[in-house]
């Protein structure tokens, strides 16, 4: 279990590492092209259609050069917030389909979420995973909250199951190790509360 967490570890390190090399170098040849180049834009003729183009690139350089660094910043923190490491994923689904019942459909989502949807009615687990914790620095923790559940001892019945609620649905965070437990409790909670509904 420990090997794993440390191979997921060391493989986001890695991938954030080199996703943030390939940002940096491209916004750096972006930066050279722009820049680098002294062109004289007032000796170009502005009579063909290439001319007006290059005329256009120098004279707007700065602008270009601002929303390449956006769009280069948005993708990676785009990728950062969906990207989950390959031993964490897989452990999550193995986990997923290990602990829920067969019958049950299981999907991944965008932005490092997993969904078991239960029955037809629409009751369902999202598994939400943070890779690092920012206070305690706790790597792949993982936020478990079910569909919104209409019982009136809901809360009592979430304690009974060491979980909470918030907004009518029942909710905990855990770590890697405790994942299969919360969602056997989860499952019981739910059952529960629809048995109490």
């Not at 491209?26 to 722009?34: G, R």
Request: charged letters at 20%; glycine letters at 6%; a positive charge.
């Amino acid at each position: 279990m420990k090997s794993t967490t440390e191979r997921a570890i060391r493989l986001y390190k890695w991938t954030v590492r080199y996703a943030a090399l390939v940002g940096v170098t491209i916004f750096s040849l972006i930066f050279v092209l722009l820049y680098i180049p002294q062109v004289d834009i007032s000796g170009i003729p502005a009579s063909s259609g290439t001319s007006k183009f290059i005329i256009s690139i120098f004279m707007y350089r700065n602008y270009i050069l601002v929303l390449a660094g956006a769009i280069i910043a948005i993708g990676f923190s785009v990728w950062v917030y969906n990207f989950i490491p390959q031993p964490i994923d897989e452990f999550v689904v193995s986990t997923a389909l290990g602990q829920v019942n067969p019958r049950y459909q299981f999907n991944r989502k965008f932005g490092r979420k997993y969904e078991i949807i239960m029955n037809g009615n629409g009751t369902k687990i999202e598994i939400f995973c943070r890779n690092q914790e920012i206070e305690s620095g706790e790597w792949f923790v993982f936020k478990i909250t079910s569909s919104t559940l209409s019982a009136s001892n809901l809360e009592e019945i979430a304690l009974r199951n060491g979980l909470s609620v918030h907004d009518g649905r029942i909710t905990g965070w855990c770590s890697k190790d405790e994942l299969p437990l919360k969602l056997l409790l989860m499952q019981r909670a739910i059952k529960q509360a629809a048995q109490a509904s």
